[in-house]
């Protein structure tokens, strides 16, 4: 069976996987990715059963035919947060001033794509409006998701690097840990939703799959992976 899923519902998805591979016999084929990204590939026409982006981009594309609109179910909703490696001193990003005064001592930040991915988009508008796009511009270090930020993040030399992108990301990431939200006047809450692609191969099981990831059986594991 082939899934097409945000980066954000990696970690809940690889979490189901052996129950469900184990409890059907199929084998799930899974792509993972910035939103924008992973549009563009079900446009493209690759093979996909179950699809989970955020739920305004489903709605859009069941208005296009893409997706069949009445299986579209909420996973729930994800807030864009500050991770640090494993180790570092936390720094304080509880206000605007706050994350100004984090990111001018950050040596590095590393983010999701700026064009193609909901956190990554809204981590330039954070940028805009606290005034300090081109003074950053030097250090900024875009993936082409958040698990490959979170990753270059674990991973990365400097001296004092800070990474923006969705809390389920940054929970899933090894290496890296949460240092919060972001401030209250920059916050994100992004709903995520799971639905059956119109031309599914395999619609029934597409369908028992998305009952298992939204349903009461993985609430547990939604709500420890950063879903709310």
Same mark, same amino acid.
């Given at each position: 069976m082939f899934v097409i899923c945000a980066g954000a519902a990696k970690g809940l998805v690889e979490g189901l996987r052996d129950r469900f591979e184990r409890e059907t016999g199929v084998t799930i084929d899974a792509t993972f990715g910035a939103v924008g990204a992973l549009k563009e590939?079900?446009?493209? !026409? @690759? $093979?996909?059963?179950?699809? !989970?982006l955020t739920q305004r981009m489903l709605e859009q594309l069941a208005r296009d035919g893409l997706v069949v609109a009445d299986t579209i179910v909420p996973?729930? /909703?994800v807030y864009t947060g500050v991770a640090v490696r494993v180790g570092d001193v936390d720094?304080?990003? !509880?206000s605007p001033d706050g994350? /100004?005064?984090?990111l001018a001592a950050a040596t590095g930040v590393y983010f999701p794509d700026p064009d193609r991915a909901t956190a990554?988009?809204?981590?330039? /508008?954070?940028?805009?409006?606290?005034g300090v796009r081109d003074a950053m511009a030097p250090k900024l270090r875009p993936y082409p998701n958040g698990a490959t930020a979170m990753a270059a993040?674990?991973? @990365?030399?400097?001296?004092? $690097?800070? !990474?923006c992108t969705q809390v389920t990301e940054?929970?899933?990431?090894?290496?890296?840990?949460?240092?919060?939200?972001? $401030?209250?006047a920059f916050e994100l809450a992004t709903v995520y939703a799971m639905a059956v692609?119109?031309?599914?191969?395999q619609p029934a099981l597409a369908r028992r799959f998305i009952a298992l990831a939204t349903g009461p059986e993985s609430e547990g594991l939604r709500r420890s992976g950063g879903f709310e």
């Open positions: 590939t079900l446009l493209a !026409g @690759a $093979p996909c059963d179950a699809i !989970g996973l729930g /909703r720094p304080s990003i !509880g994350l /100004r005064d984090a990554g988009i809204h981590f330039m /508008r954070v940028l805009d409006a606290l993040l674990a991973s @990365a030399t400097e001296a004092r $690097p800070i !990474g940054i929970v899933y990431a090894q290496g890296v840990r949460l240092v919060g939200k972001l $401030p209250q692609a119109t031309r599914a191969a």
